[in-house]
């Protein structure tokens, strides 16, 4: 998973909640731990009538910040026998972040995935097509699974890294932390073996790059304690790296496609390189 290094501040605290504390701990009023912010960045409201299962961070616009969405549906189908306000069968909910302040439910248009419900309950999140947007499969319960393909039409830019660890770390490299910038914007990404209910997302980590157009610098916080710093020669495609060795494979779905369009074929370096098992 990645996120975006300090977009919410955990430091902050209400009046209410400094008495409350300070009543706790004694007379030392302290600025630290969790405060209760649902309502003010804008995810409670709208989720109300919702029951949530598959839930999960992902930029799915590329902008370079971390939107959530959100896979639901209610544990009885009576429900629908009574007038609740809710529904057994219900709609994904998808959040955009507004540069780390706020985010905003995106419209469940009509004719799109974000308009269509179902009993959802797990969810697996990934880049299904590589083509640098996060997909998601869902698990329907007593349905048949359903894919929400991401036809986001920004065109902000990005990068996937699929982590092969060398020989004392997992060669699934679960647990490596990558460190990326571009244009001056700090990222962090993770390799994690779980996702949320009941699901695993997809291991290789993304980056939304939104305008950026180069990659400054990638560190690579390896399971074995290495720390390797690269550099990336482009961007839009996904990078296969290996720990000691570098970029040992790229992938670009997108240079095929314009290579195509320009009825030429893809060059092997740069334009197209298979990777292992990208
Ligand atoms: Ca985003």
Redesign the pocket.
């Known amino acids: 998973m990645v996120h975006r290094e300090s977009s919410f501040s955990a430091n902050q605290t209400t009046p209410a909640a400094a008495k409350a504390g300070s009543a706790a701990r004694g007379s030392v009023r302290r600025r630290s731990g969790f405060v209760q912010v649902s309502y003010q960045t804008g995810i409670a409201q709208d989720g109300v009538p919702f029951l949530g299962w598959g839930t999960a961070f992902l930029?799915?616009?590329?902008?370079?910040?971390?939107?959530i969405m959100m896979i639901n549906g209610h544990v009885y189908p009576q429900v629908d026998n009574y007038d609740w306000g809710t529904t057994f069968a219900q709609r994904p909910l998808l959040y955009?972040?507004l540069h780390g302040k706020r985010f905003v439910l995106v419209p469940p248009v009509e004719g799109t995935g974000l308009a269509e419900t179902f009993p959802g309950r797990g969810a697996a999140f990934g880049d299904l097509f590589n083509d640098g947007r996060i997909d998601v499969v869902i698990n329907v319960l007593d349905g048949h699974p359903v894919l929400l393909r991401n036809v986001s039409n920004d065109h902000h830019h990005w990068v996937e890294l699929k982590l092969i660890g060398g020989p004392k770390s997992p060669r699934d490299a679960v647990g490596a932390t990558v460190y990326l910038t571009a244009d001056g914007m700090r990222q962090r990404g993770d390799v994690l073996s779980g996702g949320s209910y009941i699901s695993s997302n997809d291991p290789r980590v993304h980056f939304?790059l939104g305008d950026a157009t180069t990659v400054s610098s990638v560190e690579i916080h390896w399971p074995s304690g290495n720390v390797e710093k690269l550099r990336l020669p482009a961007v839009d495609r996904i990078f296969t790296i290996e720990e000691g060795k570098g970029i040992v494979g790229q992938l670009c779905v997108l240079c095929r496609a314009t290579a195509a369009e320009h009825g030429r074929a893809a060059k092997p370096h740069g334009a197209e390189r298979a990777s292992r098992n990208p």
Not at 59 to 67: A, L, V
Request: charged share 40%; proline share 0%.
């Open positions: 930029d799915y616009d590329n902008d370079g910040w971390k939107d955009h972040n939304g």
